[in-house]
């Protein structure tokens, strides 16, 4: 029996993102492109926000009603993965028993297991988070994970670079962390998401919380600038549902569907905002004009600009690249700059302002979307996986360099929603197809690049043991 649950990892730094099925037998499903594809297929132009729902009547005369809750995970054994999260260089997994285990990197004690800043032996290995019982959720991002236990209570451990721990008084450092401690908050939390360097905590009272860096004013209150610890975020009463923060905007969806930023939001720094404003940074939160019934957001973090080759020595660098996206409706909309296509609009153009509409392939609707690097992909209701940009670690099974200015198409084997209890990996996990909206943590080394602006769909199918073999002596060589 196979398990289809996909879940979609992106690497914040490392334009990586993953897509894990989980299977039973020795057999695993494999990616090929399909030799259909056609290099003369003809693409949808760019759109604004407001135009995707025409464009979806038009070419769909019965398309069921788009439905944002997320499936529950089903374990056939316990514990089983419930949810996972994952940094630059790391992934922790939250069970189904409340516990949390972590694999990957542990040099600013990432991985919550002493001893933490010496490399790992053992580092594909998950290890379990001392002192950690109950967990209901967790989030992470750069080398920094959060976890809320079931009282409401918020752990952190890992990097605290720029206060992302609230330590109080000891401000930030470049210690190594494994120890989780206590965020004092006022209240109960309800949830908490990790940004780059910058971590807000929603209460039960609908306030939004936040502490770390606020050089940008990403902490929405009063003046930018320093390390600042946990105080309420001057939201203006807008009800918050979760956060999400890049290198210097911040983000909050309200339990309205509205999507609003705030920080940095003009120039290479603001390039993510997604709105236009004559002052940045800029503490006060506004809504993301034509985005409505917002289900889901993503932000990357800010990355230098890849130099052209034969570029002369004495012209500027290229600006920084970042982007952002949405799900609104059911649709995907993106924003920022990519000179890869991450921004899935089907277009040459490598910089958006403001949210552009990014077709997807196929009637069903996004459901979680998860923007890395120069990388977007996106989990669909049918379970499908759909990624565009720069995707040569994509995949840790199909290893192939793509630019891609539309989705690839990337299919489980099975639909089968069970999984059958068995230890994670970095390369298969069973879990529930909450998809972490940071995340990140896998390459595939690949040896050939090129260009696409056209669909690249990808057909599973299943390799025999002799292909497998053959394969593994190759990659012994």
């Given amino acids: 029996m196979q398990c289809a649950r996909v879940l979609v990892i992106a690497a914040m730094a490392g334009s990586a993102a993953l897509a894990l099925a989980c299977s039973s037998s020795d057999d695993r499903a494999a ?5 259909a594809s056609s290099p003369t297929a003809s693409l949808p132009e760019a759109a604004a926000p407001g135009d995707a729902d025409s464009a979806r009547d038009s070419g769909k005369d019965a398309r069921a009603p788009f439905d944002p809750a997320d499936e529950a995970v089903t374990c056939a054994g316990s514990p089983c993965v419930a949810q996972l999260a994952a940094g630059e260089h790391h992934v922790c997994a939250r069970m189904s028993d409340g516990a949390v285990r972590c694999w990957g990197a542990d040099d600013r004690g990432e991985l919550g297991a002493l001893p933490a800043g010496e490399p790992q032996a053992d580092a594909g290995t998950p290890r379990a988070v001392g002192g ?7 989030s992470a991002a750069d080398s920094t994970t959060c976890a809320r236990l079931e009282d409401g209570s ?13 330590l109080g008084d000891a401000g930030a450092d470049d210690a190594a962390h494994p120890t989780p401690s206590v965020v004092s908050l006022p209240t109960p939390a309800l949830r908490v998401d990790v940004g780059h360097g910058s971590v807000c905590a929603l209460l ?25 610890e946990p105080a309420r975020a001057e939201l203006h009463d807008a009800k918050t549902v979760r956060a999400a923060a890049g290198s210097n ?19 290479d720094e603001g390039v993510v905002s997604g709105r236009v404003s004559s002052i940045s940074p800029n503490p006060v939160p506004e809504s993301i004009l034509g985005l409505e019934n917002v289900s ?3 932000v990357s973090l800010s990355a230098p600009g890849v130099r052209p ?34 921004l899935g609009t089907a277009m040459p153009d490598t910089v958006a302002s403001t949210p552009k509409h990014a077709p997807i392939l196929g009637e069903a609707y996004a459901q979680q979307v998860a923007a890395a690097g120069d990388t977007t992909c996106v989990r669909l209701t049918d379970g499908h996986v759909q990624c565009t940009g720069r995707t040569s670690s994509v995949s840790s099974v199909r290893a192939t360099h793509v630019y891609s200015r539309m989705p690839s198409s990337r299919r489980p084997h099975s639909r089968d929603t069970r999984c059958r209890s068995r230890p994670p990996t970095a390369a298969s996990a069973c879990s529930s197809r909450e998809a972490p909206s940071n995340a990140g943590a896998a390459t595939a080394k690949v040896s ?15 390799r025999s043991r002799s292909e497998v073999r053959a394969m593994s002596r190759g990659n012994a060589g």
Avoid: Y
């Fill in 31 to 35: 990616f090929a492109q399909d030799d």
């Fill in 132 to 138: 950690l019982a109950n967990v209901t959720q967790i």
């Fill in 154 to 166: 918020i752990r952190c451990w890992g990097s605290n670079d720029h206060g992302q721990l609230a």
């Fill in 204 to 228: 039960g009272s609908g306030e939004l919380w936040c502490w770390g860096s606020n050089e940008q004013a990403q902490l929405a209150r009063g003046d930018a600038g320093g390390i600042e």
């Fill in 249 to 267: 905007t911040a983000f909050a969806l309200t339990s309205t569907g509205t999507l609003l930023s705030w920080g940095a939001l003009s120039g």
């Fill in 296 to 298: 889901g957001v993503s």
């Fill in 309 to 342: 080759p034969g570029l002369p020595s004495w012209e500027p660098d290229p600006p920084p690249t970042a982007h952002a996206c949405a799900i609104a409706k059911g649709d995907v909309f993106c924003w920022g700059r990519s000179e890869r296509g991450a």
């Fill in 448 to 462: 050939s690049e090129m260009e696409r602006a056209t669909p690249m769909r990808i057909r599973s199918r299943r």
